[in-house]
């Protein structure tokens, strides 16, 4: 079991940036594929980003790509979600992911974190 922590959430207007920081406790991180999914009020969590570290592969959703990146810090067990230019409808509870595989559908984590609020204003 990999226990994660978010932070960096936060208040921003339309058009900022903001990034948010998923920390793990193992130190095998690498062999992991790491996820951001959030959620927005009243709706379900959805897929924003995903990483491998080993291997530095990395997958995003349609509606985040070129805005958002997703990295590692191997070194401190770390996963960043740099987002730019930021919209209104991004705002949701960001949550950090782990599981062996890639996957789009949160049902597939294994472990979960307990989330950051972005609020972004327009």
């Known amino acids: 079991q990999v226990q994660l922590v978010e932070s960096g959430g936060g208040l921003v207007q339309a058009g900022g940036s903001l990034r948010l920081s998923c920390a793990a406790s193992?130190?095998?991180?690498?062999?992991?594929?790491v996820h951001w999914f959030r959620q927005p009020p009243g709706k379900e969590r959805e897929f924003v980003a995903a990483?491998?570290?080993?291997?530095?592969?990395?997958r995003y959703s349609a509606s985040v790509l070129g805005r958002f990146t997703i990295s590692s810090d191997n070194t401190k067990n770390t996963v960043l979600l740099q987002m730019n230019n930021l919209k209104p409808e991004d705002t949701a509870v960001y949550y950090c992911?782990?599981?062996?595989?890639?996957?789009?559908?949160?049902?597939?984590?294994?472990?979960w974190g307990k989330g950051t609020l972005v609020t972004v204003s327009s």
């Open positions: 193992t130190r095998t991180f690498g062999n992991y594929f």
């Open positions: 990483i491998r570290n080993s291997v530095f592969s990395t």
């Open positions: 992911a782990a599981s062996r595989r890639f996957s789009d559908s949160a049902s597939d984590m294994d472990d």
